[in-house]
């Protein structure tokens, strides 16, 4: 396998993507043009059909894949990724990117289960993810995963899947006619391993990632070289370069398209819809009009500021970080257009039907609240200490996880008094899609898709660390 040198940084980097979903983490490394997703794999129809749509290429079944010839077009393979053959595919990878699920993942080792390997009930999913990167060997890879894994088996499961990130040539056993044994393969140098919050990169959402990236052992030489490239990446993925980490973008600002100067006056109306709630005989209600509705100043620089806790160190910093929202509106294709004002073919802006009762009771759940509002009221339904159901987006606080699944009230809802859940594309832009990114398949699919999504500006963050990396192997 090739090194790469610091004359490619002007090629397009091969990458190869698994658990890929709809494509999120692929489509912030094709925004950074510096990469081609060549073969991305999931077991689910639509989102595969998403991803052509919007990478181009074509779908094949697993069970066929042998049969073809890999074009200088993206293949997106259909199936049970345990079936993939990484060996005898005609590709060079430079990345490996991939989010396996691990809810499976349990830990059963000991002398014996040592010399087992790959065959180790360890999370099935993972173990596909470890054969991949053991037999395509990239020069680098990403993986992620939710922060619980860190936390997984008492901590165990992450210390092996680190561990074997390392020492791949000691946890995969070979067959004897795979062509290769554990001297061919190297295992990775973790450049990165830790928890990265995307709303710290411009997502207007509070969304946890566990990150682990690493690069090929044989193409790192000295002490010195890791330790500049370790340093730079976990600047890089600090966001201590970036404003957004003390001053968020916000889904007042993704859904209409402009920087928080720009709508005082839609600001005000939304807010002022609420009034009518201070006089809400709970204890809920009561707490919510002390804390929040008395320290409103309907100012919507100040309340941004007093509603994330900021402080300023000088008075250009805030005029910064407002050039720098808009710079991200930009760059994703949302500055200047509202999204109440756009229809797109995929459907996915569609306003889907609530029941009478169900707008009811949002009517009196506030922004940033949730259905314990209205506990005590007609409108009190049962999830006591569930915080997601009939939870109202904040128009200037990131809004909390964008979830794929669940019924009762999980599906997201607006901060405008008069609206009940989120569009789907709205739901896409507190993912940071950009719009022109097109969604296959019904409602309920197309929110699965984008909800199991690594946000997009947080993919391009991580894109552009792997970049500069690559360059300087």
């Known amino acids: 396998m090739r090194a790469c040198r610091n004359s490619d940084m002007n090629r397009r980097y091969q990458v190869v993507s698994l658990f890929s979903g709809a494509g999120g983490m692929d489509s912030g490394f094709s925004l950074s043009n510096a990469f081609r997703t060549i073969m991305a794999n999931d077991i689910i129809s639509p989102p595969a059909s998403t991803f052509v749509k919007n990478f181009g290429g074509k779908v094949v079944f697993v069970e066929d894949l042998d049969r073809l010839?890999?074009?200088?077009?993206?293949?997106?393979?259909?199936?049970?990724?345990?079936?993939?053959?990484?060996?005898?595919?005609?590709?060079q990878a430079d990345v490996l990117i991939g989010g396996p699920p691990c809810q499976d993942f349990s830990i059963v080792r000991g002398i014996e289960e040592e010399r087992r390997g790959i065959h180790v009930e360890r999370g099935k999913l993972y173990a596909q993810f470890v054969r991949a990167l053991a037999e395509l060997q990239p020069s680098?890879?990403?993986?992620?995963?939710?922060?619980?894994?860190?936390?997984?088996?008492?901590?165990?499961?992450?210390?092996?899947?680190?561990?074997?990130?390392?020492?791949?040539?000691?946890?995969?056993?070979?067959?004897?006619?795979?062509?290769?044994?554990?001297?061919?393969?190297?295992?990775?140098?973790?450049?990165?391993?830790?928890?990265?919050?995307?709303?710290?990169?411009?997502?207007?959402?509070?969304?946890?990632?566990?990150?682990?990236?690493?690069?090929?052992?044989?193409?790192?030489?000295?002490?010195?070289?890791?330790?500049?490239?370790?340093?730079?990446?976990?600047?890089?993925?600090?966001?201590?370069?970036?404003?957004?980490?003390?001053?968020?973008?916000?889904?007042?600002?993704?859904?209409e398209g402009r920087v928080l100067p720009e709508l005082q006056a839609q600001y005000h109306e939304v807010m002022s819809e609420y009034s009518e709630l201070v006089g809400l005989d709970t204890e809920?209600?009561?707490?919510?009009?002390?804390?929040?509705?008395?320290?409103?100043?309907?100012?919507?620089?100040?309340?941004?500021?007093?509603?994330?806790?900021?402080?300023?160190?000088?008075?250009?910093?805030?005029?910064?970080?407002?050039?720098?929202?808009?710079?991200?509106?930009?760059?994703?294709?949302?500055?200047?257009?509202?999204?109440?004002?756009?229809?797109?073919?995929?459907?996915?802006?569609?306003?889907?039907?609530?029941?009478?009762?169900?707008?009811?009771?949002?009517?009196?759940?506030?922004?940033?609240?949730?259905?314990?509002?209205?506990?005590?009221?007609?409108?009190?339904?049962?999830?006591?200490?569930i915080s997601l159901i009939y939870r109202r987006l904040h128009p200037l606080k990131p809004s909390y996880t964008v979830v794929a699944y669940g019924g009762g009230g999980t599906w997201g809802y607006h901060y405008k008094r008069n609206r009940g859940k989120l569009t789907n594309r709205e739901r896409a832009r507190l993912q940071t899609f950009p719009d022109d990114f097109q969604f296959h398949g019904n409602q309920y699919e197309m929110r699965a898709q984008i909800g199991e999504a690594v946000p997009t500006v947080l993919a391009l963050a991580i894109a552009d660390t792997v970049q500069e990396v690559l360059g300087l192997l």
Request: hydrophobic share 35%; glycine share 8%.
């Open 284 to 385: 809920r209600a009561k707490k919510w009009k002390k804390l929040v509705w008395d320290r409103l100043s309907f100012d919507i620089v100040r309340d941004y500021m007093d509603a994330n806790s900021i402080s300023l160190t000088s008075p250009e910093e805030i005029e910064k970080a407002f050039e720098e929202h808009e710079r991200l509106l930009r760059t994703l294709g949302y500055y200047g257009r509202r999204i109440e004002d756009l229809q797109f073919p995929d459907g996915s802006n569609n306003i889907l039907k609530e029941s009478k009762n169900v707008l009811q009771r949002l009517q009196m759940i506030p922004p940033g609240e949730n259905h314990e509002f209205v506990q005590g009221t007609p409108w009190e339904v049962s999830g006591r200490g």
């Open 140 to 255: 680098m890879f990403v993986f992620e995963n939710v922060p619980g894994l860190k936390s997984a088996n008492n901590g165990t499961a992450y210390h092996t899947i680190v561990n074997d990130f390392a020492h791949l040539e000691s946890v995969l056993g070979f067959e004897g006619d795979s062509g290769k044994d554990s001297s061919d393969v190297n295992g990775y140098y973790l450049v990165f391993s830790g928890i990265v919050d995307s709303a710290s990169f411009g997502a207007p959402q509070r969304r946890r990632r566990l990150i682990i990236i690493g690069v090929r052992n044989d193409l790192l030489k000295g002490t010195s070289v890791k330790r500049e490239i370790r340093q730079r990446v976990n600047y890089k993925l600090s966001g201590g370069h970036l404003l957004f980490s003390r001053f968020p973008l916000t889904p007042l600002e993704v859904f």
């Open 69 to 91: 010839s890999l074009e200088e077009e993206p293949t997106y393979v259909l199936g049970d990724v345990s079936l993939i053959d990484f060996k005898k595919l005609p590709i």
